[in-house]
Structure formats: C-alpha cells, structure tokens
C-alpha cells in the first residue's frame, strides 16, 4: 500500500447554497494507486465536493492541496491541466461519433490541419489493450451501439488516455447488470494499479466493497468517516451512512 | 509495422468482408443517401418514360442550372442542420446578395469580382449576426431566422424597390449559369477530380500505415476511382454533346461553368468536415452538446461559424441566382429555402442533427429538380409540383424522425 503525499487533499472545506451549508468543514484526501471511495446518503453532498474538485462549482472556503502544494481551482480548465479528470454519470459520449472520435474529443490530434485519424486510432486502441479491455470489439464502432458496460468502458478509457493522475467516477456502475459491472469494477481497479487516484461514488456497498481500499463517510454535509476497508466492515459503514455512528475525525 | 491491438478498426478482411459490412450498415439503418439516390432513378426512369425530353442533352443541363441555386444554399444548410438548428433566412439572404451583386455593378458601377466578393461578405455578416443572436443571446434559430426571413424580404423591397427589377449584365456573371465551359475543360476538370480523390485517398492510407493501422482493402479505392472515372465520362461527354436548337447558328455544348463551382464547395466542404478539428467538433456539438462543452469545445463559437458558413453559401447561391436570371426582383430568393432545407433532409442529412454530409444535399438537390423538372415536363399543374415535393419532404423527415428514435432507445 502507498503511503506518501496524498495526490489531493483537502481541508476544512465548506460550500453553501444561501442558507444551505452543503459542505460543513470537510476533510479528505486521495492517493495514487489507491481506489477511495466515496459513500453517503442521497443529498449528502457528494456530487459538491466532486464539482469542487472539477472546477465547475468552487468551494466557498478551504484549502486545496495539489501533491502538497496549495491551488486554486475555478474552472474546469484548471483541474483538467493537473490532471483531474471526471467521468460523469450520463457519460457525456457522443453517441453520433465512434469510440476514437469520443476518446480525443476535444483533444484531436492534428497533421497541418488535417486530423491524424491513424495515429488517433492506435492510441486509442493502445490505451483500451493497456487496460485489458476485451468487450469492446472495434474502435470504430459508434458509440450508439455500445452497450451500457462499453460506453463506461469508453468513457474510463478516455480519462486514461489523457495520462490523468486523479479520475473521478460518479456512479459508475448505476445502471449496469452483474457482469457489466464486474467488468467495470475490474477496470476501476486495474486504473489504480496503473498508479492513478482514484475516487468512485457508489451507492451499492458491495461494489465500494469489492474495489476500494479507502471509504470515506458523507453525512449532510460533514464527513463522518474516512476509515481503511480492512479495518471496517459493511454494518459500520451503513452507520456511518444514517448517522447511527460516527467516527470523531481528525486530518 | 503492425500492432499487436487485439481491437479492430472496421478495417479488418478482403473486399467482399467491406461489401457485407456496408450491406449490415445499410440494414442496420445507416443507409445515408441510399434511398435518395434509389429514388433518383427511380424518378428518372419514370421521367424518362413519360417524355423522351426528359433525357435529352439540352434537358440535362437545364437540370444541372436548375438545381445548382438550391444545392448551394442546401450544402450551407447543412452545416445548421448538423447542429439540429435551421436557417430560414437562408433564400433571402441569398436574394440580399444578388439584389447588392446587382446594384453595386449596375449603379456604383463597381468591377463583377468585388461586386461579388461584397455579395458573399454581406451573406457572411448577416451569418454572424444570426449566430450570435442564437449562441450568445440564446434565441432559438428557428425564432431568429423566421425574423430575418420577413425583415429582409422588406430591405429587399427597399433596396429594389417595388416591382422594381435590376438587370446584371457582366458577363462573366451571366457566364457561370448560361454559356457552357469550351470542351476541354469538361476533360481537365474530370482529370482534375481523379487526381484529387485519388491523391487523398493515398495521403490517406499512407498517414494510417505510418501510425501501423490497419487500411482498407485497397480493391475499394480501385474500385471507387473505376467508378468515378466511368461516370465522369459519361457526365462529361454527355454534356459535351450538342445541345443547340439551331447548332448552325449558336452552337451549345459543354459543362456549364457553374458545375466546377458547386464541386469546388462540396470538396471544400466536405474537407472542412471530414477532415479538420472544426468539423470534427460540428458533428460533436450536433450529437451532444453538453458533452462537447464538457470536451473542452466552445460551443458557441461552433456555433456562430456554423452560421456563417451557411449564410455563406447563401450569398453564393444568390450569385447563382442573379446569373440564371440575368436580374434581380423584390422577391428574388422568397420561395427558394424550403426547396433547399427539402433537398438536405431527402438527401439524408438528419433535422436532429449529428448526422449528414455535403454529399446527401447534392444528391438531394438532384431528387427535388427532378421532381420539378420532370412533372413540368408531363406537363402537371405546377401546383401539384409543389405538393409532391412537400410529400417528398414529409416522407423523408419520417424516415429520419424513425431512424433517429431508433438510434436513440436501442
Ligand atoms: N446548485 C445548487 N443549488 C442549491 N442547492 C444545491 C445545489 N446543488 C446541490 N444542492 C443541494 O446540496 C445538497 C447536496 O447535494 P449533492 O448533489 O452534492 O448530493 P449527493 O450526495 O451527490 O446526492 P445523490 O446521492 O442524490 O447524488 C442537496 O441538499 C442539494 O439539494
Ligand atoms: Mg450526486
């Protein structure tokens, strides 16, 4: 297990909307090669500290620490450039375009001007070898034929294609069936062995279970918990969820 | 070099493989403007049947004039349609054009080639403000454009005056819709072609076997140039036959001057879409917005440009317009943009957006001249000319509002 500098953390972060305090002095932090996961109840403010993180909804107070150095994050540009990517839930694919088209968009790569199609493709089929991707069969297929695994697939895959240190995986296995979800669980897993920071929201334990080695509590707003997956266990962690427990915290 | 991917790239297998493939395609609903160009022949053979004019030289290259407004106007529209949006402004601004084609040469006496170059700039304006109102301010096109649909008609009114008509008499204006290029051009022009398409086939296969990807079997290119070829000389002889009433006198054949024109937008076009970063991100935005935003695309600048383009191509075809016509009236361009959203969609160019190619306008341009051409040729009320394309149009909209919910449920 890693022990060194967390790739992010952050402290004593607070986000209010008006009257609302949605974020209530929050501590946490990721490190590379490991999977955190991130758990709570619907409305815990789960989805904020993830904008905040993406630059799309800055946090009103704290401080961001970058491998140990503090920054500022404002605008989805910013975390993008240190390597922040997030994977969102409606997957934001283009479903008219096909999977090499989908993983550089935004990013083509460019001959004078003339898109460098060979050169994307091999990338790309590089990248989804690399992460032993087996389901998804030809690179030019378009993504509106792909099933809900292989479009989580594509979308995982283009956060790696990008050499990103942090991924962001908001439910990823929501609307996926057993085996679909296995796939992706494995993915998750093998993106941290790569060395990547990972963090997946994720509503359904068992998968928190299966993949993460870190479980972090949201509980309205304050994080109630942050606790290492081989010294907790399932019932705990469903306390921590309904605020029945609580685990006195400290950075 | 080769890798070692166990993934495809679709260009897997022998030459009869790509042939099952595009048949699976067209079955799966990817059919593009396979139905058009069915319908294509299709309506020319009953045509044909119907009044033997129909195939001769004189009529064919009345239809290639006929057709060549509208498929400009079409192949701008596309780029809108791409994005899901419309431009029904499109005719008019096209009318503007003409009507300030006409008036700067005939009463500021300024030289054709500025007075056309200020004819396309005005069109590429008039694009600017529509996108703007449309990506900046937030207006929906449709709203947008309706508004400079009925605005202009009246700056037309004005700048032409009522019942007013200018004439244009440049000729190298009047040249491009009415005099036939000398024979040889017809030759150099499909030579020209050849080389092209085969040049960046090449480039091409040469890019992806640098990268060690895999090529298409090379029996395609083969087999595409052999067919471009054996069409490009059937076109271009057909056209190069005599086609005078009275050869003694006026002797006319050749490949009207507007042909290179139209081909030079479409290779342009089809380049800028294919090809470039922009036209990459036009499909994008027009499949998901919100994800190309997310991408990192400016989505409003997409936009905006879209808008200009087409607006664009529609100070071209208003070029086109006045040359065909040799004038200009007050209502020059009024009726001309519905034939010309109707040419896209039949084409096969998707009102969702996302979906289509310059190409499909083309094509579609051709299936709604026929229809006009050939039912004029029978010899129908003209009424029912209009009715038949509205039900070409309803028809090919159906297909599309089909394919496109098909694509969005599976
Ligand atoms: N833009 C906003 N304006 C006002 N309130 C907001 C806004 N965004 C979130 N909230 C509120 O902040 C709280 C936390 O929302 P958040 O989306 O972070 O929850 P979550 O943990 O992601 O929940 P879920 O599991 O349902 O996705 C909720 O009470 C929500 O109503
Ligand atoms: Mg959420």
């Known amino acids: 297990m890693t022990n060194q500098t967390p790739v992010i953390e952050l402290k004593n972060v607070k986000k209010s909307f008006g009257p609302v305090e949605v974020l209530r002095d929050v501590n946490f932090s990721v490190r590379a090669g490991e999977v955190t996961a991130l758990v709570g109840d619907n409305g815990a403010g789960k989805s904020t500290l993830i904008k905040g993180l993406a630059g799309i909804q800055p946090y009103d107070q704290g401080t961001i620490l970058f491998e140990g150095k503090p920054v500022e994050l404002t605008n989805p540009r910013q975390s993008s450039e240190m390597g922040i990517d997030v994977v969102y839930q409606d997957l934001a694919l283009c479903d008219n375009l096909d999977i090499v088209h989908n993983m550089f968009l935004g990013r083509e790569e460019a001959n004078a001007g003339i898109l460098d199609e060979g050169h994307m493709e091999s990338k790309a089929a590089n ?20 099933s809900g695994g292989q479009r989580q697939t594509v979308a995982i895959a283009r956060a790696v294609l990008w050499n990103n240190k942090v991924v962001i995986l908001d439910e990823p296995t929501a609307a996926l069936g057993v085996a679909q979800t296995e796939q992706v669980l494995q993915l998750v897993r093998r993106l941290a062995d790569a060395g990547k920071a990972v963090i997946i929201i994720s509503h359904n334990l068992q998968d928190v279970f299966a ?39 400290d950075a | 070099m080769s890798n070692q991917n166990t993934i495809q790239t679709g260009n897997e297998g022998s030459f009869l493989d790509a042939g099952r493939n595009y048949i699976n395609r067209v079955k799966g609903g990817e059919t593009g403007s396979l139905p058009a160009l069915l319908g294509l022949v299709i309506l020319a053979t009953i045509f044909a049947v119907a009044n033997p004019i129909f195939l001769k030289p004189i009529n064919f290259a009345n239809l290639l004039t006929q057709t060549a407004t509208v498929t400009t106007l079409a192949m701008g529209l596309t780029f809108v349609l791409l994005l899901g949006e419309i431009d029904l402004s499109a005719g008019v601004t096209a009318g503007l054009s003409a009507a300030f084609l006409a008036i700067t040469m005939s009463e500021y006496g300024v030289a ?23 990506a900046k301010v937030g207006i929906p096109s449709f709203v947008v454009t309706l508004a400079a649909f009925l605005a ?79 069409i490009g000389i059937g076109f271009v002889s057909f056209l190069n036959l005599e086609r005078g009433a009275n050869p003694a006198v006026t002797s006319l054949r050749g490949v009207p001057y507007v042909v290179p024109i139209v081909l030079i937008l479409l290779a342009a076009g089809t380049f800028v879409l294919n090809r470039t970063k922009f036209g990459r991100h036009v499909y994008a935005v027009g499949g998901n917005a919100e994800a190309a935003r997310r991408a990192g695309i400016q989505v409003s600048r997409v936009r905006i440009t879209v808008f ?4 664009t191509f529609a100070g071209i075809a208003g070029i086109l317009m006045a040359s065909r016509q040799a004038s200009v009236d007050a209502a020059a361009g009024r009726s001309i943009v519905l034939s010309a959203i109707a040419a896209a969609v039949v084409g096969g160019v998707s009102l969702f957006g996302g979906k289509g190619r310059l190409s499909d306008a083309v094509i579609g341009g051709f299936v709604i001249a026929v229809i006009d051409n050939g039912l004029g040729l029978i010899g129908l009320a003209s009424g029912l000319n209009l009715a038949i394309t509205g039900g070409v149009l309803l028809l090919a909209a159906t297909a599309d509002a089909i394919t496109s919910r098909k694509s969005r449920t599976s």
């Open chain 1, 127 to 146: 990248t989804l070898t690399s992460l032993s991707v087996k389901t998804v069969k030809s690179v030019r297929q378009k993504v509106a034929r792909l």
């Open chain 1, 211 to 249: 993949v993460a080695d870190r479980i972090y509590v949201l509980y309205l707003g304050k994080m109630t918990a942050a606790v290492k997956k081989s010294e907790t266990n399932q019932a705990d962690i469903v306390g921590y969820i309904t605020g029945a427990k609580t685990q006195e915290m």
């Open chain 2, 112 to 134: 054709w080639p500025i007075a056309a170059v200020i004819a396309i700039l005005l069109g590429m304006m008039i694009g600017f403000l529509i996108g703007i109102l449309v």
């Open chain 2, 152 to 230: 202009f008609q009246g700056l037309q009114l004005v700048v032409v005056g009522k019942g007013g008509l200018i004439g244009i008499d440049a000729p190298p204006i009047l040249a491009i819709m009415n005099t036939p290029m000398p024979i040889i051009f017809g030759w150099i022009l499909l030579v020209v072609i050849v080389i092209i398409y085969l040049g960046t086939s090449i480039y091409t296969r040469i890019q992806r076997a640098a990268s060690g990807q895999q090529n298409k079997p090379i029996g395609i290119l083969v087999f595409r140039t052999i067919a471009l070829v054996v």
């Open chain 2, 308 to 311: 200009m383009i087409s607006s």
